[in-house]
């Protein structure tokens, strides 16, 4: 190292140090940092781009917060002139789980591929700039593997190494079944790396494990290895859980304006330095200002999140939408009239109901035609929207706010 | 079973009981019983062979008795009317060792498996009718399966089961390394039997496992499940370790009348019934006798030897050679002068050695000179052979005889 940066100019040697700063800021683990450093140099001499991967699964995407982690950390990739190369695991998806055991491993037609890729490029356009981006399907070199070549991959790594990973020392602790197939998926994430010659791979410290397969086969394969950026992974509207789609406690970046904002608002006030730090634009110094000035209480906590809420609507929706979500706020749960203590009902499941069975079963009324009647009087609010349909089915979320007429409020906790 | 037993006339189940009879004798297991009792009487019923495996490795063959174990219990399913399978392992003999790191495992090119099969049918013959022979190499359908099909056959077992193997158990344990494409000879050596819908399953105890993956597949493939037919493992001329080509204690079936009796002749008392049992071709009836003759003291242990290695020589030479090697013997090593106490040289290595540098080594001789003076005054017999060649080099083999001049002999000692 110390070799190559005596070449650079010193113009050369402060731009890699700006570089390293912003890639480094928020994450979690560079494995190797040294590495990283040679790989930017040598970008900046060769004048040539890095390649900077994520792997994305094929299954239908729903792109929240917690994935904007990764892929904001993609964009200041890109704002630097490297290259972003987004793979999906096509191959991974059409095959579906070979045991049937998973659900969720549901196997997908060349048509849902497809149509997910163009999801994951409507809603990665909102970050980074989709036309300068490659976009890479893995089944294109995975699927024409043949036996002799999988026996090839399969020779360059150890069943102990494998075992490694955390999940599968877990299973094998508790006598769980891991299925042989299941080691080649982080084979095929490790051989994708080595086709597509990447310099840096993404992902949340999840994949600590097969990002390193990566490396690994890289260098079995006599190519240079990928640097791992890891970036944390944050915890959802609970404070507790990741953030994931399962657990209902995420902020699409789909969402409306309203919904994007309160939600927002309902985040525990400890993670509010990681949100900022994580899934917001702003740079270190406005980030390292606001956390100043709420140690000191220059800022109001409330004020702060806010503040929060206000800059990941205007990052989706721009910064009309940001003050109207932020006026409606004010107005329906500032000026208006919710108290600081509303009870709280606890609830399970995770299928949408009807907005009178819901009525009923939080114990708001009594019975069905009750809370017909007082929809009908547009008496009800959800989250301070009017219900205006009989028939609207609720989709229950964490901290989810009803409201009967003027005063009487409760909301509603999700249990998992 | 009792089920199928009932539909059998008298004379099909006395048959049954015929076949189960004499594949059990000196077998060490049959997985399950049951089940070929079942497949003999169904064969029976619908006049039907059934199809009888043996996996065999492609590398060159040279055809011990220990192979001979398994060789003739084929041959008592095809004088039965079966039909008997061999596979020639070629695809993993193509395919050598990824990883490189076994010598053992070279890749063996199109050409050397088919010379290698050639030389298997040669020493085949010599035991069972070739010409009756169903002859498969897995390559035909191995090489043919794409890394999804390999995928959707690695689902069907998990790791546990197979980390059960015992040389596995046994390296996670030592922590050695098992490379993950080690995993995948078992399961080709189980699709084997998926793709041909073996019945049967022929092999050595150490093929335990791999043959019960047949019956594992079989299943998970919705195919009717094969039974193991386990024969003993033999020990070698040093009655210790398993006969095998690496530790020189066998007797090849392509060796000289002479070298194969004299062989014979060496093995240990202990072992003679275990020979008569598993090399030979003489019947249960015949064995049983020859038993309690050298137990009652009718026949004298030497006897029995010099019967054993006689029916052997018959057996791959005809009677005329077996009776030759047999006058050959008496008049070398009995009539002759061996004295009963022969000093022992213990011996390491395995390369072949010029017969002068073998007369110095074991200190028969000060000097090269003086040996080859001997040797060219035709002084030297080895194994009762006359050494004419001053340049012959010799292979040392377990109990090899060096003898100087009339009285001075000494015995060569393989230490493993």
């Given at each position: 190292m110390s070799h190559l940066m005596e070449r650079l100019t010193e113009k050369q040697r402060t731009e890699v140090k700006r570089q390293m700063a912003?890639?480094?800021?928020?994450?979690?683990?560079?494995?190797?940092?040294?590495?990283?450093?040679?790989?930017?140099?040598?970008?900046?001499?060769?004048?040539?781009?890095?390649?900077?991967?994520?792997?994305?699964?094929?299954?239908?995407?729903?792109?929240?917060?917690?994935?904007?982690?990764?892929?904001?950390?993609?964009?200041?990739?890109?704002?630097?002139?490297?290259?972003?190369?987004?793979?999906?695991?096509?191959?991974t998806g059409k095959i579906g789980d070979p045991t049937g055991k998973s659900i969720a491993r549901k196997q997908l037609t060349d048509e849902d591929v497809k149509h997910n890729a163009k999801t994951y490029f409507e809603q990665f356009g909102k970050i980074m700039?989709?036309?300068?981006?490659e976009l890479h399907f893995n089944s294109q070199w995975l699927s024409k593997l043949n036996f002799e070549e999988v026996i090839q991959l399969a020779g360059k790594i150890t069943v102990a190494r494998l075992l490694e990973r955390d999940d599968f020392e877990e299973r094998i602790a508790f006598g769980?079944?891991?299925?042989?197939?299941?080691?080649?998926?982080?084979?095929?994430?490790?051989?994708?790396?080595?086709?597509?010659?990447?310099?840096?791979?993404?992902?949340?410290?999840?994949?600590?494990?097969?990002?390193?397969?990566?490396?690994?086969?890289q260098e079995k394969f006599g190519k240079d290895k990928q640097v791992a950026l890891l970036m944390p992974l944050i915890e959802g509207l609970d404070g507790v859980e990741k953030m994931s789609k399962s657990k209902k406690n995420y902020i699409g970046i789909d969402e409306s304006p309203q919904e994007?904002?309160?939600?927002?608002?309902?985040?525990?006030?400890?993670?509010?330095?990681?949100?900022?730090?994580?899934?917001?634009?702003?740079?270190?110094?406005?980030?390292?200002?606001?956390?100043?000035?709420?140690?000191?209480?220059?800022?109001?906590?409330?004020?702060?999140?806010m503040l929060l809420g206000k800059t990941i609507v205007r990052m989706y929706h721009g910064l009309d939408a940001a003050e109207q979500a932020e006026q409606h706020f004010i107005q329906v749960f500032q000026q208006g009239s919710i108290p600081d203590e509303i009870p709280v009902i606890e609830w399970r499941g995770n299928e949408e109901?009807?907005?009178?069975?819901?009525?009923?079963?939080?114990?708001?009324?009594?019975?069905?035609?009750?809370?017909?009647?007082?929809?009908?009087?547009?008496?009800?609010?959800?989250?301070?929207?009017?219900?205006?349909?009989?028939?609207q089915q609720i989709s229950i979320t964490d901290g989810l706010i009803i409201q009967v007429g003027k005063r009487k409020f409760v909301k509603m906790i999700i249990q998992s």
């Open positions: 912003i890639y480094s800021q928020g994450v979690q683990e560079i494995i190797p940092t040294e590495e990283l450093e040679i790989k930017i140099a040598k970008s900046i001499i060769e004048n040539r781009p890095l390649k900077v991967k994520l792997g994305l699964d094929p299954s239908a995407p729903d792109v929240h917060l917690g994935h904007t982690v990764v892929l904001n950390k993609l964009r200041q990739f890109q704002e630097n002139g490297h290259t972003i190369q987004l793979i999906i695991g096509d191959f700039d989709m036309s300068k981006v769980k079944p891991i299925s042989l197939h299941e080691f080649f998926y982080p084979l095929m994430q490790g051989y994708d790396s080595v086709i597509l010659e990447c310099d840096i791979e993404l992902g949340g410290t999840d994949q600590h494990f097969n990002i390193l397969m990566g490396r690994h086969f994007m904002y309160g939600k927002a608002m309902s985040i525990p006030d400890e993670l509010m330095d990681k949100y900022f730090e994580l899934v917001t634009d702003l740079t270190p110094v406005q980030i390292q200002k606001i956390k100043e000035e709420i140690k000191s209480g220059i800022l109001h906590p409330r004020d702060a999140k109901i009807s907005v009178i069975d819901l009525l009923v079963n939080v114990k708001l009324f009594q019975s069905k035609s009750e809370a017909r009647r007082m929809i009908e009087n547009r008496g009800i609010k959800i989250n301070g929207e009017k219900v205006r349909d009989v028939q």
